[in-house]
């Protein structure tokens, strides 16, 4: 599985990349998680708030600092 | 009653004199700290309401498929009020807007207003100024966009974005993806609401009490005569400098409104102090380097120039009417 969190770099952004970093040790699975900051390419995935996750190339969240629980249970959907 | 509770913690619990400075101050600080996390929870509350039925994917589909004959200014500035403002959404909302087919003016609107009215802005005129002023200052900020975004849109500028952003401008898609309607009872949004709305003042609650501990060490101990001397209204530069001084400078609404409280308090005139407001809290270093990303410097510099320009006239038309 691959999970990339959409952010430029504001507190929220980094905190959700932390949050999936924890989330993904927390429920033993195969991931990478990787952090996209780069704004053209997070413009290709058609978001407009930001943070974003995306699981396999699918936005499952858009401007929301979810938590811990929260993406949890995105992962593991 | 917040003010019972303040009196009671700092003259009963703490045992401070209320005669006292230090007493005086810190009652002040308690009560008006207390009373803005109030206000925000529950303006977070009532936008988390109004943005879990108009969501901003949905705003946008509404401004690129219907004809508005020139209230689309109107509505894309209202909406930048209404969406709760995070610097790190500007850009891509900038983008999506671009790619949906709105036009560069119209964008602007949304782009401009976002930042000056948002949930913190309004709790903290409130809490510090009263229902009047933050009536003038929503409806200014409004308006601001309104009339920025329309003359920056007579201006075709669209040429003066960066390349790529130029390459999606064109390509620009009219077909909308179907927004979902999730049908969610109100009862089963209501948790999730309020637990946005609570983790709003916690994001902002070290800026709020910042803000309002400079706001009243300043009312201690600047002296009047300083800010009479240089920002008084007799003075007519005394607009545009505070203006000017404040493009580079950035702070939130949180942090800057008890600032300004105290400017008023000594003796600025609100005016100045609003468009001193404005400018900080609108336009910044920060921001021009975001907007680097989608705009050519020269497109900044107008854009800047022209918001400038507004905030200044905007400072003293508020001067010669309050």
Not at chain 2, 58 to 67: E, H, P, S
């Amino acid at each position: 599985m691959e999970i990339k969190v959409l952010g430029t770099g504001c507190a929220s952004c980094k905190a959700l990349f932390e949050t999936v970093n924890q989330a993904v040790r927390e429920c033993n699975i195969e991931a990478v998680v990787i952090k996209e900051e780069d704004m053209m390419n997070i413009m290709s995935y058609n978001v407009m708030t930001l943070p974003a996750i995306v699981i396999d190339e699918k936005v499952v969240s858009k401007g929301k600092k979810l938590s811990l629980s929260e993406v949890k249970e995105l992962i593991l959907k | 009653m917040i003010q019972e509770f303040a009196d009671w913690l700092i003259f009963n619990i703490i045992g401070l004199n209320s005669d006292s400075h230090l007493g005086s101050a810190l009652n002040f600080f308690i009560y008006d700290t207390i009373k803005i996390i109030f206000l925000l929870f529950l303006i977070s509350v009532i936008m988390g309401i109004v943005n879990a039925y108009l969501p901003i994917d949905r705003l946008r589909n509404f401004l690129m498929t219907r004809k508005l004959y020139g209230f689309q200014y109107l509505l894309a500035s209202v909406f930048g009020a209404i969406t709760p403002f995070c610097s790190c959404s500007s850009i891509p909302l900038f983008i999506g807007f671009v790619k949906g087919g709105i036009p560069l003016g119209v964008t602007f609107s949304f782009l401009i207003t976002s930042p000056l009215v948002n949930e913190v802005a309004v709790a903290m005129f409130l809490g510090t100024f009263g229902l009047r002023i933050t009536l003038i200052y929503l409806f200014s900020g409004i308006l601001l966009g309104v009339a920025g975004g329309w003359i920056l849109g007579k201006f075709r500028l669209d040429k003066y974005l960066t390349p790529w952003v130029r390459a999606i401008q064109v390509h620009s898609e009219s077909e909308t993806e179907e927004w979902k309607t999730e049908r969610v009872t109100f009862f089963h949004r209501l948790p999730v609401i309020l637990k946005d709305a609570w983790s709003i003042v916690k994001g902002v609650l070290i800026y709020i009490i910042i803000g309002i501990s400079i706001g009243a060490a300043m009312h201690g101990y600047v002296p009047e005569s300083f800010f009479e001397e240089h920002l008084s209204a007799d003075k007519w530069y005394s607009v545009p400098i505070a203006v000017i001084l404040a493009v580079p400078m950035y702070a939130n609404a949180a942090g800057i409104v008890p600032v300004i409280q105290v400017f008023v308090a000594k003796g600025v005139p609100l005016g100045t102090a609003m468009a001193f407001m404005m400018s900080v809290v609108g336009l910044s270093i920060p921001e021009a380097t975001m907007l680097k990303k989608v705009m050519t410097w020269r497109l900044i510099f107008i854009f800047f120039a022209t918001i400038t320009l507004f905030i200044i006239l905007l400072g003293y038309i508020f001067n010669l009417v309050l």
